[in-house]
Structures are given as C-alpha cells and as structure tokens.
C-alpha cells in the first residue's frame, strides 16, 4: 500500500536548526529527518567532512514529509520569511509516494 505526499527539503545554516524545527512542529508536520549537507550556491560554498574547529558554520538538509502541499507550503514560506534574507537557505518541493504507508 503507497500513500501519496509532499517532500518539503530545506538546506540551509545548521545554526537554524532548532528555529527551522520550531516551525515544523507548529505547523502540525509529525516528523522530519536532518542530514549534514555541503555544497555550493550563491552565498558561496560549504564543504562537509572537512576538520574545522566549530561545526557551527556548517550546513544541514531538513526533510520533511507532510500529508499535503498546504503543510508543506506553510512551511516553507514561514522559514523563506524569518531566515533566508539573512541566512543561506534554499527550499524545494516534491511530490512523494510513500510505501509501506502508516499515518505521518
């Protein structure tokens, strides 16, 4: 059984993490997955796995998968809002099919 769904991943500063999280929680998601994440954009680039003294500067990947594109969008405009005039961050969004369906 699949059930169908929105992936909302946001990239962005790890320093945000718990405000990002903050938001998800508030906007009714029931759960997110954070992976470190490197790369390079706009505001320059940022390596992952290189020995660095702080990890303060380093950069995450939030998945989120909400049960529609509302939530998901909800999201996203709040963070895009409070952070990524100041902050680097990009959002994206994907339709997902979720197996093994249970309630998310």
């Known amino acids: 059984m699949t059930q169908q769904a929105s992936k909302l991943v946001i990239v962005t500063e790890k320093l945000l993490l718990k405000k990002i999280v903050k938001i998800i929680d508030e906007a009714g998601a ?20 290189q020995p660095t003294v702080s990890d303060t500067y380093s950069n995450i990947k939030i998945e989120v998968l909400t049960a529609n594109r509302d939530m998901a969008l909800k999201i996203s405009d709040e963070v895009a809002v409070q952070f990524f005039d100041d902050y680097s961050g ?15």
Not at 31 to 42: F, R
Not at 90 to 104: G, K, N, R, S
């Open 30 to 49: 029931t759960g997110y997955t954070v992976v470190a994440a490197g790369g390079k954009g706009s505001r320059n680039e940022r390596t992952y796995g």
């Open 90 to 104: 990009i959002a994206y969004l994907c339709e997902a099919e979720v197996l093994h369906a249970h309630t998310f």
